[in-house]
């Protein structure tokens, strides 16, 4: 049993049962095929359990004896002497046992510590062997990689070379497509230039031949117009008197519901030998421009007294039996007289025009001379190109609904009125005034010969009203803007607000009025009611605050658009340098003058608005967050810009939109990049317009690619003038269907 036990620790079966040797010291078991084996329990000695029992027992019996007995000395010397006997028996026991197993572990320890050794030395001669065979491998991967990039290169050589063989086909198929492609287009071309040459040729053997037949008409006319004249009775009217511009009396208020202080009074006396001296006609103006834009009115109602006056004392003449009345019919006395009043009115506004410039030079006094001289020619009664018989044709015409007769005869009154009325007149006369003043007369002879039948036969008297009105559009429709204003003014002084030639003329001119003007006049209505709405607060409702804010209100709408939209882009730019914190009041700046200029020429996508979208764009740049309000801004840009190059495209310069296209993709190419459909389509247009060009168009395109600032020159060239009234700009012109004024880009 001892041998059994002392194998025990150095014979363990494991799991598998196999025997496995541990080695024990200091009692903790080694396993021998382990360098870290886990720590294994000593086995029980048998001298301790011998120790223990003996303790125990001596323990037990200690305490029963003294429980049961009462202290004895003699008996606890005895156990006590029996107890240190037996701790050290136990003692010296322990001590050899202990020496044992010490020994015995070493032994274990070293056995295991060669093993240990030995398969160290297999594990590293296995590692070296694994090495070899990674490296080996290797070798042969890299082997096959570089048969295979081999391979590969030479296959992308073989399709490089087929590619460019391929290519360089193309090339010439292309080439060849080309050439017969253009000598295709120049043989059209060449064809195209000779039929255009036939039809020059012809058109201009046609107006030759026109101008010869109007050259012989005319000849044939003024011949009839010589001999009509020497036929004819001539009567003449001649009103005189002068014009008066000084400065007013202090304290002098102009008239209407703003009065405001007088700076200049023009005053128009006119008479005659036959009416006498009218009374003066005289008003006090705030400032020279509105004394010349008022010029011609007062002038019209002063030759008007002064013909009324002058009619007055014929008729009186006729009730004598003498005058011009003895020869000629009311209507055309009267007729007379709206010529005279016309003629007198517009020279009497030129010389009142030319003292007010006197008197913006130099303020003071200055009178100007006025004399006018109208004569009126009458056949002999009976007479076929007699007013009266000319007349009656047309009405009757009119009456039978034979449209193309009485339109014929209109029209020939309307010429020879209108050229009778030119004839020595002391300044140009408005556009069409001669035209409405022979209509008039015609609508003036129909009612008064037949007054009665005014009623009964409407339906006709509307056709003579719809005969006049087509002939003056007609006569009208290629006046330039803005020049039938002043022919309304004095048509209405002469034949009255009420006539209906007057209502159509001043229909006419409002139609005929350009953009740029109808804004200068929304411009000025709104200054007029902001200065009312002024006088009515100062006068209603007196509190400081609102009556600032309207002076203020009143005093912008005094400043013309293009001067504050200027002050507004300046400011928001300089606000814009001044660092980070301003960018946002400049950005409030620059919008409102992007709008308020959008309004003022009528459209958001008109090109006048370029140079205000440019200066808001730099401005929205500064900052990362406003990036997509500013790629917004460019397309916008872009989008006007396309705008300009089809109409520069339409009026025939090809190669300056081509230009215009390519010069805004270089430049929003960056800021908005190639995939931003504003940019792909002006560069899609651009190549199809360049393809389309002729070589020398082509060749000037591709100098064209080497200037800087296209785009900056179209923004020049559509900026503002900053002032109101008849001033035209480039870019009001771009609304009569035109490039307005823009220079070649290529």
């Known amino acids: 049993m001892q041998e059994a036990e002392t194998e025990a620790p150095g014979a363990l079966r494991n799991a598998y049962g196999s025997e496995q040797e541990v080695s024990l010291e200091a009692g903790i078991a080694v396993d021998a095929h382990s360098l870290c084996p886990p720590p294994q329990p000593a086995p029980p000695s048998e001298y301790g359990w011998l120790f223990a029992l003996a303790v125990l027992c001596a323990a037990r019996l200690s305490r029963t004896q003294t429980q049961a007995n009462q202290f004895r000395p003699d008996l606890a010397l005895v156990e006590v002497e ?77 399709l490089a070379a087929e590619l460019q063989q391929r290519t360089e086909a193309e090339r010439r198929i292309l080439e060849e497509a080309a050439e017969r492609a253009r000598a295709a287009l120049e043989q059209r ?55 008066d511009v000084s400065r007013p009396a202090p304290g002098t208020l102009t008239e ?141 015409a009119v009456e039978r609904d034979d449209d193309s007769s009485a339109a014929a005869g209109l029209s020939d009154l309307m010429d020879e009125e209108a050229l009778q009325l030119a004839e020595g007149a002391p300044a140009p006369l408005p556009p069409c005034t001669g035209e409405a003043l022979g209509a008039a007369f015609f609508l003036d002879f129909m009612y008064w010969q037949r007054p009665a039948k005014q009623v009964e036969a409407s339906p006709w008297y509307e056709a003579a009203g719809a005969l006049v009105r087509s002939q003056l559009a007609e006569r009208t429709r290629l006046a330039p803007p803005d020049t039938l204003g002043e022919a309304a003014e004095v048509i209405s002084a002469a034949l009255g607000g009420d006539h209906a030639v007057a209502r159509m003329a001043a229909e006419l001119a409002r139609a005929n009025l350009s953009s740029a003007r109808r804004a200068a006049l929304v411009e000025q209505e709104r200054l007029r009611q902001a200065e009312l709405a002024e006088a009515l607060v100062q006068e209603e409702w007196p509190d400081e605050v609102e009556a600032a804010e309207a002076r203020t209100a009143a005093r912008e709408a005094a400043t013309p658009v293009p001067e504050r939209v200027w002050a507004l882009q300046n400011v928001g730019s300089a606000l814009a340098l001044q660092g980070p914190r301003e ?72 190669a300056s939109a081509c230009a215009l296209l390519e010069a805004a993709t270089r430049e929003m190419e960056g800021p908005l990049g190639l995939g931003h459909p504003g940019v792909r389509a002006a560069s899609r247009r651009a190549e199809a317009l360049f393809a389309s060009l002729s070589p020398e168009e082509r060749e000037r395109v591709s100098a064209s690619r080497r200037q800087e600032g296209i785009v900056r020159r179209v923004i020049q060239a559509y900026g503002q003038a900053r002032e109101l009234g008849e001033v035209r700009s480039r870019a009001s012109a771009w609304d009569d269907d035109s490039a307005g004024g823009l220079p070649h880009l290529a």
């Open 583 to 654: 960018l946002a009041r400049a950005r409030q700046l620059l919008e409102r003058a992007v709008l308020l200029k959008a309004d003022w020429v009528g459209r958001a996508r008109h090109p006048g608005v370029l140079g205000e979208l440019a200066a808001l764009a730099e401005v929205l740049d500064r900052t990362p967050d406003w990036q997509a309000d500013a790629a917004g801004v460019r397309a916008r840009m872009v989008s006007i810009l396309g705008d300009v190059a089809e109409r520069c495209y339409q009026q025939g310069d090809g």
């Open 82 to 158: 029996a107890s240190w006997a037996g701790r050290r028996q136990a003692a010296l026991l322990g001590k050899q046992d202990k020496e044992k197993r010490a020994a015995e572990a070493a032994e274990r320890l070293g056995v295991a510590r060669l093993r240990a050794d030995q398969r160290e030395r297999v594990r590293l001669q296995q590692d070296a062997a694994l090495q070899a065979a990674a490296a080996k491998e290797a070798e042969r991967v890299r082997a096959a990689a570089e048969d295979k990039r081999r391979a590969f290169e030479a296959d992308e050589a073989a």
């Open 256 to 396: 209407g519901r703003l009065p405001k202080p007088a700076i200049v009074t023009i005053a128009i006396t006119l008479g005659s030998a036959l009416g006498g001296q009218a009374s003066a006609a005289s008003e006090a103006y705030a400032s020279i421009n509105t004394a010349n834009e008022g010029a011609l009115t007062l002038a019209g109602q002063a030759a008007a007294a002064a013909a009324e006056r002058y009619a007055s004392s014929v008729r009186l003449q006729a009730l004598g039996g003498q005058g011009a009345l003895m020869a000629m019919e009311e209507v055309e006395l009267q007729h007379w007289m709206r010529a005279a009043t016309v003629r007198t009115a517009v020279g009497s506004a030129r010389a009142l025009r030319e003292a007010l410039q006197a008197f913006a030079s130099a303020a003071k006094p200055h009178h100007c001379a006025v004399e006018v001289r109208t004569e009126q020619g009458v056949l002999p009664a009976g007479h076929s190109r007699r007013a009266e018989a000319v007349l009656a044709c047309i009405v009757a």
């Open 189 to 243: 071309r060449r064809k195209a230039d000779e039929a255009r040459a036939r039809l020059e040729a012809e058109r201009a053997r046609a107006e030759a031949e026109a101008q010869a037949r109007a050259q012989a008409e005319l000849q044939q006319r003024e011949a009839e117009r010589r001999e009509l004249r020497r036929m004819q009775k001539r009567f003449a009217a001649r009103f005189e008197g002068g014009v």
